[in-house]
């Protein structure tokens, strides 16, 4: 049987995030042969182009880890109608120095939750036409624009009863999408 290691990457750096939370809940959804690893973000420069050459320690980590993971799992808030500024630096060291990119033919897949009715949909697809151009192989379906209300989580933190069926099937939908897509 293939292991799978999942690179995670929160685009919030809040320690009580929604985003957060549904990670630490849905990976639970996977099967044994999937392992996932948040990866650190919070730590990163700022990008600047003229630092390409000579890229910093957490940077080079960054694109260590994602090149050794089999897959990506996003989980983006919405902030401002679109994805975090912390996010964003994340992508772009890893896509850098041009024809460098750690992220390209990764298979990924896109979540986000919010306290707002539209979850993060504004994000999720401002994300997806990212990854679109960093040649990320993106689920598509099934979408995730989870609204955060009460019965989400259940006392333990994991997935609310109610909603275990339709993440249930969003991680199946990713797990097929990662063994369909990876090297």
């Avoid at 694109?63 to 996010?87: M, W």
């Avoid at 990924?108 to 192989?137: C, D, E, F």
Wanted: aromatic content about 8%; hydrophobic content about 40%; glycine content about 8%.
């Amino acid at each position: 049987m293939n292991q799978y290691q999942i690179a995670v990457i929160v685009g919030s750096l809040r320690k009580d995030s929604f985003n957060r939370k549904l990670v630490n809940a849905i990976v639970k959804l996977a099967p044994s042969e999937f392992s996932f690893k948040e990866l650190q973000i919070g730590d990163l420069p700022l990008y600047n182009q003229d630092d390409d050459a000579n890229q910093a320690q957490p940077v080079k980590r960054l694109k260590e880890e994602i090149t050794a993971a089999q897959g990506i799992l996003f989980v983006t808030p919405e902030y401002n109608r679109s994805i975090s500024g912390v996010l964003k630096n994340a992508i772009d060291h890893a896509s850098r120095p041009y024809g460098q990119s750690a992220w390209a033919g990764k298979p990924a897949g896109v979540l986000g939750a919010s306290p707002g009715t539209n979850g993060t949909a504004m994000a999720q697809q401002h994300l997806r036409n990212i990854l679109s151009h960093l040649n990320v192989p993106t689920l598509c379906q099934p979408e995730a624009f989870v609204h955060v209300k009460d019965g989400l989580f259940d006392e333990a933190g994991d997935i609310g009863t109610a909603s275990k069926k339709f993440f249930q099937n969003w991680m199946d939908h990713y797990v097929a999408w990662v063994k369909k897509h990876a090297d």
